[in-house]
């Protein structure tokens, strides 16, 4: 380093460690503290009424206050919960959940990848249509799918749920996907087809690993939506050993009318592979859904 250049460097430096601070403002924001404890209390108290009432006796339920501890803690709710079927009912629905959030993460990522990258002619009809997609209600279109399910032998089987769960899970897929990949540079394509690389290989080895974030979104928001599912279950399947979690709720409600705590129960038990999968894949599931949309 010349003379000059160290001259002007300890000049530099002397400016800004001469430079005033700037003043931090620390205004507190009252309002927004006061209706987040507001926010908070509206979720946390039905989530606390319903872990407590689980735990509660069916006289102990009518007798004490909505929100008090129950004097007697049981768990003889979630014992009569799993003696009437209920490893059977979650069966059906992880097998439900996992095959239709296959389908749909595989065939959103391939549509999306081919989208982004020929996002003309039948690219772009396509990448279109399923925008469409997003603007028609399940409730509409329940008997058509009915029919066609009948039609191809499915119905009352939990392929007949899978198949329309897939459908109406991909454009939500595809657009989020295509958003991410926008992102990547079309450099890093380029630079692959230069060096040989087949449009697979660029698909696997570029545009896979980088929409990791992407795909783990999807992939969770894909199976909340499934593994909550009502209405496909309710029409497309009749036999008791077909029901998924969310229909078998229905029927542990009719089997127990006034106990309610065993309701409960089943509701809370129904509830905690949701709650894990949130919990262990938050960071990208935040992450994925507000890729692409800073721009």
């Given at each position: 380093?010349?003379?000059?250049?160290?001259?002007?460097?300890?000049?530099?430096?002397?400016?800004?460690?001469?430079?005033?601070?700037?003043?931090?403002?620390?205004?507190?924001?009252?309002?927004?503290?006061?209706?987040?404890?507001?926010?908070?209390?509206?979720?946390?108290?039905?989530?606390?009424?319903?872990?407590?009432?689980?735990?509660?006796?069916?006289?102990?339920?009518?007798?004490?206050?909505?929100?008090?501890?129950?004097?007697?803690?049981?768990?003889?709710n979630y014992r009569l919960v799993l003696e009437n079927?209920?490893?059977?009912?979650?069966?059906?629905?992880?097998?439900?959940?996992?095959?239709?959030?296959?389908?749909?993460?595989?065939?959103?990522?391939?549509?999306?990848?081919?989208?982004?990258?020929?996002?003309?002619?039948?690219?772009?009809?396509?990448?279109?249509?399923?925008?469409?997609?997003?603007?028609?209600?399940?409730?509409?279109?329940?008997?058509?799918?009915?029919?066609?399910?009948?039609?191809?032998?499915?119905?009352?089987?939990?392929?007949?749920?899978?198949?329309?769960?897939?459908?109406?899970?991909?454009?939500?897929?595809?657009?989020?996907?295509?958003?991410?990949?926008?992102?990547?540079?079309?450099?890093?394509?380029?630079?692959?087809?230069?060096?040989?690389?087949?449009?697979?290989?660029?698909?696997?080895?570029?545009?896979?690993?980088?929409?990791?974030?992407?795909?783990?979104?999807?992939?969770?928001?894909?199976?909340?939506?499934?593994?909550?599912?009502?209405?496909?279950?309710?029409?497309?399947?009749?036999?008791?050993?077909?029901?998924?979690?969310?229909?078998?709720?229905?029927?542990?409600?009719?089997?127990?009318?006034?106990?309610?705590?065993?309701?409960?129960?089943?509701?809370?038990?129904?509830?905690i592979p949701v709650i894990a999968l949130y919990i262990?894949?938050?960071?990208?599931?935040?992450?994925?859904?507000?890729?692409?949309?800073?721009?």
């Open positions: 380093m010349s003379r000059t250049q160290n001259t002007a460097r300890k000049s530099t430096v002397k400016m800004i460690r001469s430079r005033p601070a700037t003043p931090i403002s620390h205004h507190r924001n009252v309002v927004g503290g006061v209706m987040s404890f507001v926010w908070l209390a509206i979720v946390a108290l039905p989530l606390y009424w319903i872990v407590l009432t689980s735990f509660q006796s069916q006289s102990g339920f009518f007798v004490g206050g909505p929100l008090s501890f129950p004097a007697e803690p049981t768990l003889d079927d209920f490893w059977r009912y979650l069966g059906n629905s992880a097998f439900v959940t996992v095959a239709a959030t296959t389908f749909i993460v595989a065939l959103g990522f391939l549509a999306a990848y081919a989208i982004t990258r020929n996002g003309r002619g039948v690219a772009k009809t396509t990448f279109t249509v399923l925008l469409l997609g997003l603007a028609i209600p399940l409730q509409a279109t329940i008997i058509p799918v009915y029919l066609m399910i009948v039609q191809l032998g499915l119905y009352d089987t939990l392929w007949g749920i899978v198949l329309p769960s897939v459908a109406f899970g991909l454009p939500i897929t595809v657009l989020i996907l295509v958003n991410f990949l926008r992102d990547v540079p079309r450099s890093l394509f380029e630079s692959a087809r230069i060096d040989g690389a087949t449009e697979w290989q660029a698909m696997t080895k570029i545009a896979l690993p980088l929409s990791r974030p992407a795909l783990v979104t999807v992939a969770i928001y894909s199976g909340i939506i499934v593994w909550n599912g009502f209405l496909f279950p309710l029409i497309l399947t009749q036999s008791e050993d077909k029901r998924v979690l969310p229909l078998a709720l229905t029927t542990y409600q009719g089997m127990f009318t006034i106990n309610v705590p065993a309701v409960i129960a089943a509701v809370v038990m129904s509830s262990f894949g938050r960071r990208q599931l935040l992450a994925g859904m507000t890729a692409g949309f800073g721009k």
